[in-house]
């Protein structure tokens, strides 16, 4: 059973970093393509960023993620993560990693429905 564990989130001030992790299990980590989308208040899933299977060469990004965000995985360790720097209120949702899926096209995927139970990202002064 896949089980993916989002953690690291928390209240920012803007222009700040966090750094979030998932960790995953209940499948072969190194062997799928992993995400990251995100779901402001009263929005649905928007596609944050995604990363390749086993050493993870490709890395696609949103445009309002690049040059702040960036996507990295550690397949000892079945995590991903994103390092999220610059942060502003409008990077206020709850942030999901996913892993891709069998008909799931690369990148753009994870945002049919939330994986984990996500982790709360709050950029307010």
């Known amino acids: 059973q896949v089980q993916l564990v989002e953690s690291g989130g928390g209240l920012v001030q803007p222009g700040g970093s966090l750094t979030l992790s998932c960790v995953a299990s209940g499948f072969t980590f190194a062997t799928r393509a992993m995400s990251w989308v995100r779901q402001a208040p009263g929005k649905g899933l928007e596609w944050v960023s995604a990363?390749?299977?086993?050493?993870?060469?490709?890395?696609d990004y949103a445009d309002f993620a690049k040059g702040r965000f960036t996507i990295s995985r550690d397949n000892a360790k079945n995590t991903v993560y994103l390092r999220m720097n610059s942060l502003q209120p409008e990077d206020t949702a709850v942030y999901y990693c996913?892993?891709?899926?069998?008909?799931?096209?690369?990148?753009?995927?994870?945002?049919?429905?939330?994986r984990g139970q996500g982790t709360q990202v709050t950029v307010s002064s």
């Open positions: 990363i390749s299977a086993n050493s993870g060469n490709n890395r």
């Open positions: 996913a892993n891709r899926e069998d008909g799931e096209k690369y990148p753009y995927f994870g945002t049919r429905r939330p």
